[in-house]
């Protein structure tokens, strides 16, 4: 019988040894099985030949190697310098002395000649011929150069250089500038000229791809192949190759996060926790957070969790399907990259064909469906979400909507916005209405629009997380689902939902003073409000507090007001008016004195003045309640349906109606510049503005007028109407462009029913710009909750 088997490995890996070594295995832990030429698949490779032992770590923390191997390693990754003559060493790059920092007992800088080949970083004792070479770095494509920094160079005096390896960092030092840029750059040029390393799970998760249609050899693969396998010892180098010394998780070390590498590391401990935790839910959270903020490392956890999952000793009992529980986490909150994926998807068949009809076959198949809607995630799963997906279950999601009322819906970690939106329509009969309709993420001081692809399981988590930091006024979020775009506010029936919709919502911008009408007339809304809740006055009826009627704002602003008038000053503080204030005292020793005693006088007033103020405000509510109850009295026999609607016809008055009102400076057009606060109306027809508590628009541009719009920077919205540039300061930059590109959408929809479309929304490569261009098919980009 033929000898079994050509090392294809030898042949088409060479130094497939050193990686295992670098990898933590030893070398004689690594066989390789020879298989005949015949054996070979179709592109000359056999189909089972990477065999790799779990990596093993001796006491002393050094990987099985003595010092004299670390040594003759490093020596077997280059040429062997020390067995060369002078006119066989490799050449040399750049050679110079620079002084590297020596870690002893103390901190030290130490002067040494430095020698850069293509293959590695060596220095010498000097640059004479036979001079003692005291150390190597080889370089690899894993290999990092931190450039010098100023910082360094204000607190040393000198210009500092890292090199990162496998094993050692050479932090370097030299007086000039050029000359550390020049060792940076050729360092850097070395290492981007190197091939890149594969680790031996790659090697073989390249081959079971392109073996996968062979059971045979794929079995033989994992059974010759430890690594692929579940293990119970620890791991100590990752799975998958990270630069040495990256600087990506510089940017979270305020979290405590150390190098990529060393993180991988730790994570596979963490899954091992799993095993015995009381409570894998932090553990899980955890794991995932860090997924979160390290990008590279959730293919590595991908990786980790396929081997952990494979081959396992116990496969059915409750500790080992905690790895199944955190997998199924995991693929409902990141995807991993093209190769795991299929490497994942490969491994999830394997094992419904191996043990059907059990947990891990429901797993894997609950697996599969999440890997075709995951997107990647804003927030880690909340605790109830972990739970829910940890038993396979969806959870409950509470909708509040006009009324108030509310329903609950099942979701999936990949229910969007708009999802949610449509089975509240069909809920509540509003699939035939012609206006939309969205989420809102809403507090007793804050509210917007929730944009149409959010996942409403990170609403949840952001909620969950929010709570924690906030009081607990502040802490109520809750989503809401509400009217978005009133294109037809007169198609609305009375005696439909969509009506306590709009009656509602018209009373929360009463409330928020948003609608511009006499303080008569808001006495009368809020009357019509007390006998839409409570029916006919009485006396024994609770009535609901003054802030939940009527504006508050608008009775600070008469107080103010009140309070602002002039007022008869004592003859002395009239004389004192007409003098000079530079007059008054001279500067000199008492000025500390009096200063101090002119701050604490200042206090004391502002003091009175908010005591006045608070009072004057509870005298004026009262006034102010009981015109509102008077008002109460004569809408006796009111039902709740004329009520609202006697309400809605006082609102209907003012020309804005429907629109939604944003605060902005408008501080410089193309015809002046201002800088008051004014309102920026955005309605079904047109854009308008005007005057706080102001019901007449200063300007108001029609949308066919409207030549381009959006963000012009951080705070600044542009709009562009014929040869007129308006700019407005606010804060609600993304909640103005989403809902002019839904009214604009909802135009083109109507206008693509009947005629022609004259205009259209493009992207323009101005960031943040939309411009109207004739066109007949609308590009749209995100918009809130409704898919208009």
Same mark, same amino acid.
């Given at each position: ?28 832990e690594a066989p390789f099985e020879l298989r005949n030429k ?15 032992s779990q990596p093993t770590r001796t006491a002393n923390g ?348 099942? &979701? ?79 198609? &609305? ?246 809902l002019m590109n839904a009214y604009f959408s909802a135009i ?12 259209? &929304? ?27």
């Amino acid at each position: 019988m033929p000898l079994q088997g050509v090392c294809w490995f030898l042949c088409c890996r060479q130094g497939f040894s050193l990686l295992g070594r670098d990898y933590g295995e030893k070398e004689e832990e690594a066989p390789f099985e020879l298989r005949n030429k015949e054996d070979l698949t179709p592109n000359g490779r056999s189909p089972a030949e990477v065999t790799v032992s779990q990596p093993t770590r001796t006491a002393n923390g050094t990987n099985g190697h003595t010092v004299s191997e670390v040594n003759e390693e490093m020596k077997s990754l280059v040429i062997e310098k020390s067995k060369m003559g002078l006119e066989e060493e490799p050449e040399v790059l750049v050679k110079g002395w620079l002084l590297r920092e020596v870690r002893g007992n103390w901190i030290k800088q130490r002067r040494y000649w430095f020698m850069l080949s293509q293959d590695s970083l060596d220095y010498y004792t000097g640059p004479e011929k036979g001079a003692r070479r005291l150390g190597t770095l080889v370089l690899t494509n894993l290999c990092s150069v931190i450039w010098p920094d100023k910082q360094t160079y204000k607190e040393t005096g000198h210009w500092s250089i890292t090199v990162y390896g496998r094993k050692h960092c050479y932090r370097l030092y030299t007086k000039h500038f050029n000359e550390a840029v020049h060792w940076a750059c050729a360092i850097q040029k070395i290492i981007d000229t190197k091939a890149p390393v594969e680790t031996p799970t790659q090697l073989l998760i390249r081959d079971i791809e392109e073996n996968k249609f062979n059971p045979e050899a794929v079995e033989h693969m994992y059974q010759h192949n430890p690594i692929l396998k579940y293990t119970q010892g620890p791991l100590y180098a990752p799975l998958l190759p990270f630069p040495y010394g990256s600087l990506e998780h510089t940017y979270h070390s305020g979290k405590g996060y150390g190098s990529v590498r060393e993180e991988a590391v730790k994570l596979f401990n963490c899954l091992q926790q799993l095993e015995s935790a009381w409570e894998p839910v932090p553990i899980i959270q955890g794991v995932l957070q860090t997924c979160l903020d390290l990008r590279p490392l959730r293919d590595e956890v991908y990786c980790q969790l396929v081997k952990q999952t494979s081959y396992t000793p116990a496969p059915y009992t409750a500790a080992h399907l905690r790895y199944w529980q955190l997998l199924t986490c995991m693929s409902c909150t990141f995807l991993p990259g093209p190769t795991v994926l299929k490497y994942l998807r490969f491994h999830l068949k394997r094992i419904q064909s191996q043990s059907p009809e059990s947990e891990m076959d429901n797993y894997a198949s609950f697996i599969s469906e999440a890997l075709e809607k995951t997107k990647c995630r804003e927030c880690v799963p909340s605790w109830e979400e972990i739970q829910m997906l940890m038993s396979r279950q969806e959870m409950l999601c509470t909708v509040h909507y006009p009324g108030p009322l509310s329903c609950q819906l099942y &979701i999936s970690s990949h229910t969007t916005a708009n999802e949610v939106v449509r089975r509240m329509q069909e809920k509540l009969g509003l699939q035939e209405s012609k206006n939309t309709f969205a989420l809102y993420e809403q507090n007793a001081l804050w509210e917007q629009p929730v944009a149409g692809s959010a996942l409403i399981a990170d609403i949840l988590t952001r909620f969950e997380n929010l709570s924690t930091k906030e009081s607990e006024s502040e802490s109520q979020w809750k989503l809401c689902f509400k009217l978005y775009c009133l294109l037809d506010p007169d198609s &609305i029936s009375v005696d439909s939902i969509e009506y306590l919709f709009l009656f509602e919502q018209c009373h929360e911008m009463v409330v928020r003073g948003q609608l511009p009408v006499c303080e008569e007339d808001l006495h009368v809304l809020a009357s019509l409000r007390l006998q839409c809740l409570m029916g006919d006055f009485s006396t024994h009826a609770p009535c609901p507090p003054l802030e939940e009627l009527f504006s508050g704002h608008v009775l600070e602003s008469r107080v103010l007001m009140s309070l602002s008038a002039p007022q008869t000053l004592p003859p002395c503080q009239v004389a004192a008016q007409g003098c000079p204030t530079t007059q008054r005292f001279h500067t000199g020793l008492l000025a500390g004195a009096l200063w101090s005693h002119t701050a604490t006088a200042a206090h004391k007033q502002k003091v009175e003045q908010d005591m006045r103020l608070r009072s004057r405000l509870k005298e004026e509510g009262a006034t102010v309640m009981v015109s509102i109850l008077e008002h109460w009295k004569g809408l006796a026999g009111y039902s709740r349906r004329d009520s609202m609607a006697a309400y809605l016809t006082i609102a209907r008055q003012w020309s804005g109606f429907g629109c939604t009102l944003y605060e902005v400076d408008f501080y410089i057009s193309s015809t002046g510049s201002f800088s008051q606060k004014l309102w920026l109306g955005v309605a079904a027809t047109s854009v308008s503005l005007y005057r706080q508590g102001e019901a007449e628009a200063l300007e108001s541009f029609p949308y066919g007028q409207i030549c381009s719009y959006g963000v012009s920077n951080s705070n600044t919205f542009k709009i562009t109407a014929g040869d007129r540039d308006l700019l407005f300061e606010t804060t609600k930059l993304t909640e103005i462009m989403q809902l002019m590109n839904a009214y604009f959408s909802a135009i083109h929809r109507q206008q693509g029913k009947g005629q022609d479309a004259d205009i259209t &929304i493009t992207e323009s490569t101005e960031v943040g710009f939309h411009h109207l261009a004739l066109t007949q098919t609308p590009t749209l980009l995100e918009l809130p909750s409704h898919p208009v």
